[in-house]
């Protein structure tokens, strides 16, 4: 008998770092302190009106208490078939989507569904959180490669070139990017699905954050700029950041149908379909306009002004200016190693565990992200709020 309690796959899995750092914040908030939390990937907008009466009414249907195909409601399939066009251009049919719990479980589908063990998988870093765990977990091999300020926190084609083996079998692909807020412009979206074409690989390309882009900056989505690759494309997305509906849910992929068949017999195991009432949510989002969205883009704009700004003027913080999504990934490098209030700390991830503990300012330190020495502040929170977190931390770095 095995005396492996748990099983070495799992063990091995860190917690994420933006879900600790969120509840640490929580218990002090909780324990009657006044915490400033920029640990949350989360709108602090409510979810819009219409979306939410549509889930009150399915709740209210008898006929929503069932379970519904595990791909996804017929219709929902198709509205989110039909966005998807409207919104980036790429043309699929309903069954090339899988309506999936969120778009992490969408991520976590497709790697399950194309890696087999030892297959390598590019990721660019700084990363989100989940990706190389996830990779893993697949029995993949993520293959992490770093990048700065100096290329715009974008990953360039002959870093892949130089990383690419026998063994690679996709890449990851994130514009804009959670957690530096960077954003591929079309011609290097095209250049590096064209790169992937001839190298035959996959691209799961995460555009979860494609409403959310500032100044001249837009997304472009990688299968509309390389049409060949579509064959080897499995695109994500979701209705929680754009529609501020992280608790709902709901999210999908979409790729081609043989991917979709086993994607979904995979998830007929493990989860059936998302929630039914959920799903009438999504629908109402994604087959309504985007008035809401663009209302919470400006509202994000206008606050990544304010924290780009604040952070920029702390002595020894250096913030690259983002351009989508809601995160700022300031580098506190040349912090690191100062005295502050009795803490000496060397290294990040020190270093939000004493702004937590000193100033009651919850921020993700960079270790998290593949990213020693940065961290990242979500901005989707009240403006005050991050006039108010920013300047205590610029108060104790004094
Ligand atoms: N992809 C990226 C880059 C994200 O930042 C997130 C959430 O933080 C997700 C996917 C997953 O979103 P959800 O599972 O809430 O739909």
């Not at 997304?219 to 529609?243: F, Q, W």
């Not at 799903?279 to 087959?287: C, E």
């Amino acid at each position: 008998m095995s005396e492996q309690r748990i099983s070495r796959r799992v063990a091995g899995i860190a917690e994420s770092a933006t879900l600790a750092v969120d509840a640490k914040a929580k218990a002090l908030k909780a324990a009657g302190e006044k915490v400033i939390g920029f640990g949350a990937g989360e709108p602090d907008f409510s979810t819009p009106q219409h979306i939410v009466e549509a889930a009150a009414a399915a709740a209210s249907n008898p006929v929503f208490h069932k379970y519904t195909p595990t791909p996804g409601l017929p219709e929902l399939r198709a509205a989110i078939a039909t966005k998807t066009e409207r919104d980036s251009g790429y043309k699929v049919g309903a069954d090339q989507v899988l309506v999936s719990n969120g778009g992490k479980h969408a991520l976590y589908n497709a790697f399950m569904s194309i890696l087999d063990p030892g297959d390598e998988v590019l990721v660019p870093a700084p990363y989100w959180v989940s990706y190389p765990e996830m990779i893993v977990l697949a029995q993949g091999e993520p293959v992490v490669l770093p990048t700065t300020e100096a290329t715009g926190f974008r990953v360039t084609l002959d870093q892949l070139e130089a990383a690419v083996t026998d063994k690679t079998k996709a890449l990851l692909f994130v514009s804009p990017s959670n957690p530096t807020g960077s954003v591929y412009p079309p011609e290097e979206v095209e250049a590096i699905g064209r790169w992937a074409v001839e190298r035959g690989l996959w691209v799961v390309t995460d555009e979860i954050y494609e409403h959310l882009t500032y100044g001249d900056a837009r997304h472009s989505s990688m299968p509309v700029a390389v049409p060949e690759l579509a064959d080897r494309c499995i695109v994500i997305n979701g209705v929680a950041k754009t529609y501020a509906m992280t608790g709902w849910r709901v999210g999908w992929l979409i790729g081609p149908k043989d991917v979709i068949v086993a994607a979904t017999n995979m998830q007929s195991h493990a989860t059936s379909n998302v929630s039914n009432v959920a799903q009438a949510a999504a629908l109402a989002a994604v087959a309504g306009d985007l008035a809401a969205a663009e209302m919470m883009r400006e509202a994000f704009d206008r606050r990544r002004q304010t924290i780009y700004k604040l952070l920029n003027e702390i002595p020894g913080v250096v913030c690259y200016e983002p351009e989508g999504a809601f995160y700022a990934f300031p580098s506190f490098v040349d912090v690191l190693g100062r005295e502050l209030r009795g803490h000496t700390p060397q290294s990040s991830l020190e270093l939000a565990d004493v702004i937590l503990e000193e100033v009651k300012v919850a921020i993700v330190p960079g270790e998290a992200f593949g990213a020693p020495g940065y961290a990242r502040l979500s901005y989707a929170l009240g403006d005050d709020d991050i006039v108010e977190g920013v300047t205590r931390i610029a108060d104790l770095l004094a």
